[in-house]
């Protein structure tokens, strides 16, 4: 019987199925054509293999590609619950606040019980874009919980 010190962990078996509470942030991207259109992706990870990705296009410019951003992230929101709650972005502002640049997101939310506004912020000092699509993850972090906690 090999050596454990006492209270060290058990090493987990091979038949252990790991079940995720919640979405992964794993992937974003945005491209900018020559003609000033822009098109943002935001790509979740429920389980491993199991990606879950919203894209959103648009005209080019400095508020409109923050809700590009933020729009995407909610089309992989209503993909992963195949629309059974729904978002609406009501809007975006990026403030700055003790020496940082903080992305805000005001969503309504559609088919959950809980709260119909939501609201949602990410530190955001490099990429704006970015930034709006973690703010809408962290607005909408709670409800998504309690849908996959009723799956």
């Not at 790991?18 to 098109?39: A, D, K, N, Q």
């Amino acid at each position: 019987m090999p050596d454990r010190e006492a209270g060290a962990p058990r090493a987990a078996t091979s038949s252990t199925v790991v079940r995720r509470e919640r979405l992964r942030f794993t992937g974003f991207s945005l491209e900018r054509s020559p003609s000033g259109r822009v098109s943002c992706q935001v790509t979740l990870e429920f389980s491993p293999g199991e990606s879950i990705t919203g894209r959103a296009e648009g005209q080019a410019s400095p508020a409109g590609d923050a809700r590009l951003g933020a729009e995407a992230a909610i089309r992989a929101l209503e993909a992963f619950t195949e629309r059974a709650i729904t978002f609406e972005l009501v809007g975006v502002k990026v403030v700055r606040a003790f020496d940082a640049n903080v992305v805000i997101t005001s969503l309504i939310q559609r088919g959950d019980d809980g709260p119909d506004r939501l609201l949602g912020c990410y530190l955001a000092d490099g990429d704006m874009v970015r930034g709006a699509a973690l703010a809408v993850l962290n607005a909408t972090n709670r409800i998504l919980g309690n849908y996959i906690t009723a799956r």
